[in-house]
């Protein structure tokens, strides 16, 4: 009688499991709207700092306006070459190739949000 109700109570088990995952899933997919990947950007911009967010980099747009674009990111590559924490960087123009990963979502509310992710795959001194 004891292996009857233990093996009834490892399929409700099971089946509440398989069940909750599912859930989890379809929550997961109804949330993410999508992802674009660019690789191989190029931009020349001035070294301004490295920050707890990123690395920040001055560069400027079409209209001649001055732009902060910030990396995330850095391949070990590249840091192995230019020690982006030191501030005697800063001022040095570069030649900067990078990968941007953009993702789209949706929060609790509906609402349509991204989150950017930059990163320096190749670092040229100008």
Do not use: P
Not at 19 to 45: I, M, P, R, T, W
């Amino acid at each position: 009688m004891k292996t009857k109700k233990l093996i009834v109570f490892s399929g409700l088990l099971f089946v509440f499991l398989s069940l909750s995952s599912f859930k989890s899933e379809a929550y997961l997919h109804a949330n993410l709207v999508s992802v674009a990947d660019q690789d191989g950007l190029l931009v020349y911009a001035t070294f301004d700092g490295k920050e707890d967010y990123g690395y920040n980099f001055i560069t400027k747009d079409r209209e001649g306006e001055e732009k902060t674009l910030t990396f995330q990111k850095v391949d070990d590559k590249v840091l192995e070459v230019f020690n982006l924490a030191d501030e005697k960087l800063i001022g040095t123009k570069f030649k900067i190739t990078f990968n941007r990963v953009i993702t789209f979502s949706k929060d609790e509310d509906g609402m349509e949000d991204s989150d950017e992710t930059n990163t320096i795959t190749k670092l040229e001194k100008l």
